[in-house]
């Protein structure tokens, strides 16, 4: 009876866990949240809406994201690029 016990509390919390991390990639206001507090150090949002900008997929948004995060060392897990991402997306880009 322990063993089934402990098999369920282990299910119901890797499912939890997996339920708050696809929450947490899903949230657009964690992307902006995210955003603000380590992309405007750097630039403004001009830098999406200017007429040259050579983002033109949501593969080359994301790739982006990435040489951004990691030129500047920004310690991110991947569900906030994602959401960074998925933020940019649906103010700006609309891919």
Not at 50 to 75: E, T, W
């Amino acid at each position: 009876m322990k063993t089934k016990t402990l098999c369920l509390f282990a299910l119901f919390l890797s499912n939890s866990a997996m339920v708050s991390a696809a929450d947490k990639t899903d949230d657009p206001k964690h992307g902006e949240n995210v955003h603000t507090e380590h992309c405007q150090k750097c630039h403004t949002d001009s830098v999406y809406t200017r007429d040259d900008r050579f983002v033109k997929s949501i593969d080359a948004l994301s790739k982006q994201v990435i040489r951004c995060k990691d030129g500047n060392d920004i310690p991110w897990f991947d569900e906030d690029t994602d959401a960074v991402v998925q933020f940019l997306n649906q103010k700006y880009y609309k891919f």
